[in-house]
């Protein structure tokens, strides 16, 4: 497909409706990302997205697309209840991969000549990895319950506080779960994994607030300049990565008897109101919610080997959850439509929700101010806190950017590596890192990803989102 | 082709990992597919007690059949700690295989993971008769 882009603004592009499309697309870019986006096939998986059946307003991207599978990654389309579709590709592998950001009273320069120390308390206590497997056993009945409860269900177990639940999006437990349609499989694969980081781009940081944007949103999000802050960036393991294929395989197989047309495999997908639709959802909140309680767990032992390396009490400490958000899902939320109030199903691959101040589904602490929406960075790169804003709701169902996205291959990436001690680069900078894999330091180096500082300057130049804090890293434990 | 090496090279991709194996026949294609993608997420000798496993696979077509071969190999891997260390096709069409599989216990002591594969993808999947020989182009989600 040969795609045209009009630009409408300094962060605005359109791409226009032709053929089989349904909807215009609309990427939210500037004129120094839209370059790259046009180099791969990811404005093509945003006109194909246009083609879905019940899609509303237009099929959008995000300043950090990149092209992923059906959907591209920074993809945000919403569909009518009626006629639309679900799409297990629109979610993503990693269902409810997602981040979850903790303050606390400490300030850097009192834990600085400690951090690597703590880096190395971290990457004992901390699962992480590929093959990395969890100290928790799951009982029958509790792998029902954690798919259910989610974050609440950790909370009953001891990891955490009900408090913590509040500043969790959905609450950390997304309605509409049911344990009886996941496979076998997906059980499997995530039953020894829950309270594990992961491998890949997932990561556990710990980090200094090196500039406060707006000073009235950071005292609502208790943050301050020079204060230590945790980053914990994972998703929903085996689990979700299960789920997602055993639906895709499934709506894959039934795509043929429906009336419609699809430009990708990958986007293989069921009516909403189908059998089929419905089961995908109360699989994916199940793993929604299994993520949800892995981030709680990840937390609570974060504290604890805090609490033992730095030999500090919970007082001093004084973590706190700021906020915890999904970049992977599809929820069914209230819209604004031509005047209307409609439920729409909005799929969020690698986009973050951002619910604008007043927004009834926000926790009475942030009602004022706006949704924290959480950006992390990539490894040894500033992650950013934004508050989201009522240009989200207008613009993009409330949805904001999620990160920074690749722009180099893994391999790409390990030849511009070769013969760097890329974990002595990243010490020079006053950054301590450790990882399991021998091979993750080269393929996650800073090149390797768009520069997230200009990926947020569009989501606060659009009115999207606006910057709160920018948040540099002092400690990295990687898989 | 070398028969004694698995015909396998990597394909640059910028947020995954992707392969393009050959065959000399599409039953060659598949063992190699599947042997290749073990290869990417574990090393070490096999050893020790193995086991047999029959396995048939069906698809739409050959590049869905592809994909969900290699699918029941990952979950072998990821869900069941199991290895697969050999591999014959006993037949194959473009909607059905069947296949023996010779696989071992995963063992720490012995085998390292490399990598880790969340899904095989459709994403750009071929499977494609070249003039001598088969190919298959496959992206998995890592």
Redesign the interface.
């Known amino acids: 497909m040969d795609i045209k882009l009009e630009k409408i603004d300094n962060y605005r592009w359109l791409i226009p409706k032709t053929g089989l499309m349904r909807v215009n697309g609309l990427v939210f870019s500037n004129a120094e990302l839209i370059k790259d986006v046009q180099g791969d096939q990811s404005l093509t998986q945003v006109a194909n997205v246009a083609t879905l059946p019940g899609i509303v307003g237009h099929s959008l991207a995000m300043p950090d697309i990149h092209w992923g599978y059906g959907f591209p990654i920074g993809g945000v389309a919403a569909f009518d209840l009626d006629e639309g579709i679900i799409s297990p590709g629109g979610v993503g592998y990693d269902i409810n991969c997602g981040c979850r950001l903790m303050t606390t009273r400490l300030r850097a320069d009192e834990i600085r000549p400690l951090m690597k120390n703590l880096v190395s308390a971290l990457f004992q206590n901390i699962p992480a990895g590929v093959g990395s497997t969890s100290t928790i056993r799951l009982s029958k009945s509790d792998e029902a319950k954690v798919v259910v409860q989610g974050a609440a269900w950790a909370v009953k177990k001891g990891f955490g506080t009900i408090e913590d639940l509040e500043r969790t999006e959905d609450l950390g437990a997304m309605e509409g779960a049911d344990p009886s349609v996941l496979s076998e499989r997906a059980i499997k694969r995530g039953r020894d994994q829950l309270g594990t980081l992961g491998s890949g781009n997932h990561f556990l940081e710990v980090q200094v607030v090196d500039r406060i944007y707006n000073s009235e949103k950071a005292n609502a999000y208790n943050l301050f300049e020079g204060q230590v802050t945790i980053f914990i960036h994972s998703g929903s393991r085996g689990l979700g990565h299960q789920v997602c294929d055993d639906f895709l395989k499934q709506m894959s197989t039934h795509r043929s008897k429906e009336s419609f047309e699809l430009p990708d495999r990958q986007l293989a997908c069921a009516r909403l109101k189908s059998d089929q639709g419905r089961r995908y959802l109360a699989a994916m909140a199940c793993a929604a919610n299994y993520a949800w309680a892995n981030r709680q767990i990840l937390m609570y032992w974060t504290q604890e080997t805090l609490l033992k390396a730095l030999s500090i009490s919970p007082r001093e400490l004084g973590m706190r959850l700021l906020y915890d958000v999904c970049h992977n899902i599809a929820k069914k939320e209230l819209h604004t439509i031509e005047g209307k109030e409609t439920v729409l199903c909005v799929h969020r691959k690698g986009a973050t929700r951002a619910l604008p101040p007043r927004h009834s589904l926000l926790p009475e602490v942030y009602r004022n101010v706006g949704q924290p929406v959480l950006i992390p960075g990539d490894m040894g790169t500033l992650s950013y806190v934004l508050a989201g804003e009522e240009g989200a709701m207008l613009n993009s169902f409330g949805s904001s950017c999620h990160g920074a996205g690749r722009v180099l291959s893994r391999t790409q990436a390990t030849k511009k590596a070769k013969g760097r001690a890329i974990h002595r680069e990243l010490e020079d900078k006053g950054i301590f890192v450790q990882s399991r894999g021998k091979r993750t330091l080269k393929e996650e180096i800073s090149e390797a990803y768009k520069d997230v500082s200009q990926v947020v300057d569009v989501v606060h130049g659009a009115g999207l989102a606006s910057r709160v804090a920018r948040l540099r890293p002092l400690g990295v434990i990687k898989g | 082709m070398d028969p004694n090496k698995l015909n396998f090279k990597?394909l640059?991709?910028?947020?995954d990992?992707g392969i393009i194996v050959s065959g000399l026949d599409l039953k060659d294609l598949f063992k190699t597919a599947a042997k290749s993608m073990i290869k990417i997420i574990v090393k070490g000798k096999p050893a020790g007690k193995t086991n047999t496993v029959k396995l048939t696979v069906e698809g739409?077509d050959l590049?869905?059949l592809m994909?969900?071969w290699l699918?029941e190999i990952l979950?072998l891997f990821?869900?069941?700690k199991v290895v697969l260390t050999d591999v014959e096709i006993e037949s194959i069409s473009p909607t059905h295989l069947d296949a023996i599989l010779i696989t071992t216990s995963f063992d720490?002591s012995l085998h390292e993971?490399?990598?880790?594969i969340?899904?095989?993808?459709?994403?750009q999947?071929e499977v494609e008769k070249k003039d001598d020989h088969w190919e298959a182009k496959v992206?998995f989600?890592?």
């Open positions: 990597f640059d991709h910028t947020a990992l739409e590049a869905d994909v969900r699918s979950y990821e869900g069941e720490p993971i490399l990598c880790e969340k899904a095989v993808t459709y994403h999947i992206i989600d890592v």
